[in-house]
């Protein structure tokens, strides 16, 4: 067996799936060990924070398979980054979850609805949703080239959970949240400039 098939044969899909379940495993532990409510709160920035890691891991696939051409990481990043993508979703629903435990149900969710920090996060929730619905082969054959513009909306909710996440602390603790979101952004400033300002070698007749 070669590397290249161990590696392939070491990460499967089910391996992927297991490393993607470690940290909600993690959650469900504390939830279980839990003697109060309080715990809900505790967990509301971690689930968020990894449904934003995953998020941006999946996000990360293309500009990266642009910069270092025959890596296979980012090759079998690419190939992957749908599994990413669902358990970004997962976790963004453990975390609206959560908080709707915390604030006490809808009236409380609405009652602080007009915050930056909150609906901000809504709004990337709800365009997650689709995003996740349609994550299957099914739906990628079916909407043909729709379900590549429909993906692009995960900009947009990565935007919203960056402003999201730094409005939370009242952008003066905005560290965590641009250090996440920083290399996604020069990365994909990057692939910008690969596909319409890169110098182009030119054929000489």
Do not use: C
């Not at 079998?76 to 709707?100: D, M, P, Q, S």
């Not at 993906?151 to 947009?156: K, L, N, S």
């Amino acid at each position: 067996m070669t590397p290249a098939m161990t590696f392939r044969s070491a990460i499967s899909p089910y391996w992927l799936w297991a490393l993607l379940a470690l940290p909600a495993a993690g959650f469900m532990a504390s939830l279980g060990s839990a003697t109060g409510p309080e715990v809900y709160e505790e967990l509301l920035h971690p689930s968020g924070e990894f449904s934003a890691r995953f998020m941006i891991i999946a996000m990360l696939a293309t500009p990266l398979t642009l910069l270092f051409k025959g890596w296979r990481g980012p090759q079998w990043l690419k190939k992957n980054r749908r599994y990413f993508g669902v358990a970004a979703f997962g976790y963004a629903f453990l975390h609206t979850v959560f908080y709707l435990i915390d604030v006490q149900g809808v009236a409380g969710a609405v009652a602080q609805l007009p915050r930056l920090y909150i609906w901000t996060g809504w709004v990337a929730f709800l365009i997650f949703i689709p995003l996740a619905v349609t994550s299957m082969d099914y739906f990628v054959r079916r909407m043909g080239p729709r379900w590549k513009q429909l993906q692009r909306w995960t900009y947009g909710a990565a935007v919203l959970t960056l402003v999201h996440w730094a409005a939370l602390h009242d952008w003066g603790g905005a560290g965590p949240a641009l250090i996440h979101f920083v290399p996604l952004g020069l990365l994909e400033a990057y692939r910008v400039w690969y596909w319409n300002f890169r110098p182009r070698l030119r054929l000489r007749g």
